[in-house]
């Protein structure tokens, strides 16, 4: 895995990561997870395969979680999993942007104890306060660019 600035995920949240494998995605989603306190809520965006299950299941592995446990929850739309921290896990890829209201996301996105990861993040329809937006390019079959940024 290669970076193109100094800083690294375990001091900033804040980077761009190239990875050459789905392997070295969940690497750098776990390193990530490990530091986690609570309270962080990931926006995770990308093309359909561009691996942002893979990077969800390596925050969960951080956290103590099973990564088996996590997979695309398109069809609950919310899954919790307890570990060191809960994390909900979010796939908005069958809501029409912002129709999330009734979903009982703003209690969750509230919680300071908690890391909340969204895929298909731009469905939300907003950026909450402080969050984690985690773009994922497909480059080719195996390789990834991610773009890690928290927001205001």
Known sequence: MSEKNSQTPDQSLSGTFTTNSAEETY????R????LQGGEIFLLRGDLGAGKTVFAKGLAAGLGIDPADVTSPSFTLINIHEGRLRMYHIDLYRLDAGLHNGLGLEEILDDDRAVIVVEWAERLGFVPEGAIIAQIFHLSDEKRRILIERTN
Do not use: N, Q
């Not at 690497?27 to 776990?30: E, F, P, T």
């Not at 990530?32 to 530091?35: A, F, K, P, Q, S």
């Open 27 to 30: 690497s750098l989603g776990k």
């Open 32 to 35: 990530i997870g490990e530091r």
